[in-house]
């Protein structure tokens, strides 16, 4: 239940929280995050975290006093078509739309949730119902004033199967599975969903209520993934042909492949002073070498990754510096596990055994990355429990095959299509070796990234990259819930999906990590995806760009950066 | 002369309509692959008929090529699924910029090569034809990625001299043009100077230049007025069957400059599976291999009167 909205409210589980930190059961910033997700400005979680621990430190990032207006940001990236927000597929296509539109709330470089469109939320006791109060003051370009008109007409567009986003994943727990009256090919009932009653309200002009049928933690983070940018209620379709934010910059020139050149609008800015004139993305391919070229020759200031390969290049490079992100981010090697020969338990888990993970970061990445364990739920997010460590025995996994019919192995083929570098590719070339000693002939079929984004969901064995996300529950939710549009495996397990909304519900860390083990124990023994790595992120910048942070998701915020020239 | 000409044309002609018929046929004659195209992989069966429908699509494949090839011959050849705009209104931008790199190279290394293969027919076996032959074998036996990385490594991450890539972003800038040329420069000037070093010693092997030498002209004499003439016959056709290879042979230069031309411009849709581009493209790679063979023949039947008709 809420207190009423005029008396300040402070959520019933953040004393617990603060006890927790106080008693050396929390860490600081689990704290500030799961704080500032119940609804505690991100100040007064710093102030009371600082107060408990001793530690100082502040939420301002470091002062900007000597920062300098003017001048123009020139990045090097990969300028792709950009349409509809809820859509969008890349991060890449998001950097340039996020100067322009914005979110209701903003995930930092720190991993803690703020608010930013969103003045502030509140949470039900029981996780259910979240109410958010929007700022004030903030026009769209064409002059409207934004409100809760707004953001309903995006939750709504958001939870219709017709739109297609996946943000329809992300919120699950807003939507309800309806039978359409047709039948899927094997006769069973063809299901589609839809949001929950009273998924959507707005209460005022500048206060809306979402409702969820299970417990939500991190309803404040999911607001922050690539596809949940804000559009204005009368949003047509196409953000490039038609801009209209509420951010500090507008759309100039654009032109897929070529270039993005964004201005600054000749308006206050709602969020406070804005360094940059310009921010020009120009595309010089998806390549390393020729983003690093461009760098090194001074054509653009900044480059939004490279690969491991050009690393040496890029230490070796005076005037530069290069930053490196720890990620959530990976690859999975993922099986349609209704096909054969990948249709049995048996024969997944024989091939899990057959790899040895310890050795991919060293092998794949210079030792930068660090082994996975095959149920996407990373060692650096909040939640993660430490299952026992599957051990490679090639004479078990052989056994295994054995039992499920395949006593001489079997051939398989996977799909790779390296969208997110060189390294996918080494690493299935890993795999492929690995799963040679159990009598598993791996064939790769290397194909261009755009045909593997064709076919990532459809192919039988493919090798898909996942961006980072700060909880391992929202890729869960997107990715291996039953029925959700980016459920690549069509893995349907009720007892994963139950396993995950119990998960998702707990406040308190120690409940909520114990809650994790059911949830990757389950997806890990139903062997999903075989997870070898998770892969850190590089980018590198001129020394005269100043205020870049390195976000694990890649996302650009360059609202605080200026050039020191 | 006429005749040749007019038959010449006239194969042309039906090269492309051939061509255009095969191209048509491979693209378009599976209607939902194309409509899958537009709409996106997860379009809905029903949405892909009614965008058939709506695109003429369920008229026959002759009526349909017919307003497809009357489409194309005014310009238009649909809009790019990848770019979002008109194929036009990429297609002769990057065209020009890659017969502005041809012009570049060309305007440096016809008169280079031909001058090198000259010196080296001039006189055969000589140092100075030893040396010119070793350095045209060396150059061209380096593919253009090794030299393209080379080059960069020195002029770009060594030196600093020039800039890396060539995407001329921030409007025309000469200088992104150099590591470009210089790299097909290397590549291509070898074989243009062993062309014209095979042709020039064998004219200077043939009895009327040792006649004229007996007859005591001078030798630059014999070289300019005698020699010179015949034996550019064999590098002519090459050079202008260079404009094929400068159009669609040019991607890994294209690609590691980041430079915006015709070569990439089909790469990126052959990946994307943009087929309205590369149907464009195709037509018009064809249209410059079939014009530029026309070019050649009608030139060497000017220049070789043996086999000139009568």
Known sequence: MYIKKDKPRIHPAIPELAKDLKNGNLDRREFLRTSTLLGLSAGAAYTMANNLTGIVSSVIPAARAQAKKGGTLRVSMEVQEMTDPALFDWVQKSNVARHINEFLTITGTDNITRPYLAEKWEASDDLTEWIFTLKKGINWHNGDEFNAEDVAFNFNRWLDPNTGSSNIGLFSSMTEDVDTGEKNEDGTPKMTKRAIDGAVEIIDS??????????????????????????HRGFEGNISAAPNGTGPYTLGDFAVGEKAILKRVDKP??????????????????????????????????????????????????????????????????????????????????????????????????????????????????????????????????????????????????????????????????????????????????????????????????FTAWTHRPLGTMVLSLGYRSGVPWNETNYASAEFDAALDKAESFIDVDKRKAAMEDVERIIQSDAVILQPLWTPKFFAASDKVRGLEAHPTQYHQFHKVWIDA | MLILILRRLGSMVLIMLVVSIILFAIFETDKLSVAGKVLGPYSSLEQREIWLEKNGYNQSFWTRYMIWAGNAMRGDFGQSLQLKVPVSEVLWPRLANTGLLALCLFAIMIPMSLCMGVLAGMKEGSFQDRAITVFSVLTTSIPEFASATLLTAVFVFGLGWLPGTSSMTGGFNFTELILPVLVLLLYDFGYITRMTRASMAEVMNSQYIRTAVLKGLPYQRVIMRHALRNALIAPFTVIVLQLNWLLSGVIVVEVFFAYKGFGKLLLDAALFGDIFVIEACTLVAVFVAVASQFISDIGYTYLNPRIRFS
Request: hydrophobic share 40%; with cysteine.
């Open chain 1, 269 to 462: 800015y709602w969020g406070g002073e804005i360094y940059l004139d310009e921010i020009h993305y120009y595309d010089h391919g998806s390549a390393s070498a020729a983003q690093m070229a461009a760098l090194a020759s001074g054509q653009v200031d900044s480059i939004y990754e490279f690969d491991i390969g050009a690393l040496q290049m890029a230490q070796n490079m005076p005037g530069f510096t290069i930053f490196e992100a720890k990620t959530a981010q990976t690859g999975v090697a993922r099986m349609h596990i209704d096909k054969a020969p990948l249709d049995k338990r048996e024969v997944r888990q024989a091939m899990m055994m057959a790899l040895d993970t310890s050795i991919y970061p060293k092998l794949v990445f210079q030792e930068y990355g660090v082994a996975a364990e095959h149920h996407h739920v990373a060692q650096i997010h909040p939640e993660y429990f430490a299952l026992p460590q599957i051990k490679q025995d090639f004479e078990k996994a052989k056994k295994m095959l054995a039992d499920a019919g395949h006593p001489n192995g079997f051939e398989v083929t996977i799909d790779v299509g390296n969208t997110n570098g060189p390294w996918q590719q080494h690493t299935c070339e890993l795999m492929k070796e690995q799963l040679a000693n159990i009598g598993v002939t791996l064939n790769l079929n290397v194909v261009p990234s755009s045909k593997y984004w064709e076919v990532w969901k459809t192919t039988p064995f493919g």
């Open chain 1, 206 to 231: 500048h206060t809306i209520k979402i409702k969820n049928s299970q417990p939500v933690l991190a309803v404040p983070e999911n607001l922050y993934n690539y596809p949940t940018m804000i559009v």
